[in-house]
């Protein structure tokens, strides 16, 4: 069987696959995202109304339930990526994984790539699904044209920088639990107090360069332009490139240089 991977890291990428698949948690969060965006996008494209060329989003009333089923899929991303790293800590296997794997630079790439490449696939799944929806029961009520494919492209590189940031936030603290609380409550509660107080003292412009904001803006092909806290959709898809580079590049450190 061929394989476009160097034969050295196949071993450490097929472990890292198995072990997401192998524990019956990650199959049930990897087909969260699914379910999620079938019932949202059902809902909202059977109960919104025509396109409306002013109204927000921008792809129309009936295409928000893609939008949930995006966020659900990045929620799963950075679960993913938080288990497949400090899982490892949390179930006292790290050592045993890096006796198995003493080259800790192909084990981070392992971990991230293949972290990155399920996030990927669930996304995927997700979008069409969400596609799939809006074609049966919004007919009418959304224009599938360039920008819907913009925001689903950006969505399956927003959910590949998740995995990674999630990966690589586990590997810092090296533990699951504060890891998902750093992230939901970054996420759900700082980061917007964050908008909130620097839109406050007209400094929207720090906002945008926040990870939730880099992601909101990166997925909505420009709904909230005239928001000060969101940068255009091509820069904040870089910011959050950036930050995925920058936690990545932290977590890959602290395994490279910390004991077990």
Not at 155 to 180: D, E, H, K, P
Not at 246 to 259: I, N, Q
């Amino acid at each position: 069987m061929t394989t476009v991977l160097p034969a050295d890291l196949v071993p450490g990428f097929d472990a890292e696959a198995r072990k997401v698949v192998a524990v019956s948690q990650n199959r049930l969060l990897l087909g969260a995202p699914a379910a999620v965006a079938v019932v949202a996008t059902l809902i909202t494209a059977v109960m919104s109304g025509p396109v409306d060329p002013d109204g927000q989003p921008v792809t129309g009333a009936a295409s928000i339930g893609v939008y949930l089923g995006m966020l659900a899929v990045f929620v799963t991303a950075a679960l993913l990526g938080i288990v497949a790293t400090g899982g490892e800590y949390r179930r006292e296997t790290m050592a045993l994984t890096v006796l198995f794997s003493p080259d800790r630079d192909r084990l981070v790439t392992a971990k991230y790539a293949v972290t990155a490449a399920f996030a990927l696939g669930v996304a995927l799944i997700a979008e069409l699904l969400s596609l799939l929806m809006l074609f049966a029961a919004g007919r009418g009520k959304f224009e599938f044209g360039w920008t819907l494919l913009e925001v689903l492209g950006a969505g399956l590189l927003v959910a590949m920088c998740w995995a990674v940031l999630g990966a690589g936030i586990g590997l810092l603290l090296r533990t699951v639990s504060s890891a998902v609380w750093l992230v939901l409550g970054w996420a759900l509660v700082l980061e917007p107090l964050v908008w909130l107080v620097a839109k406050g003292f007209g400094m929207g412009g720090f906002a945008a360069i926040l990870p939730v904001s880099a992601t909101v803006a990166g997925v909505s092909a420009g709904s909230f332009d005239e928001a000060e806290v969101f940068a255009p959709t091509p820069a904040a898809l870089v910011v959050l490139l950036l930050w995925t580079a920058a936690v990545g590049a932290a977590g890959w450190w602290d395994l490279r240089t910390r004991d077990l």
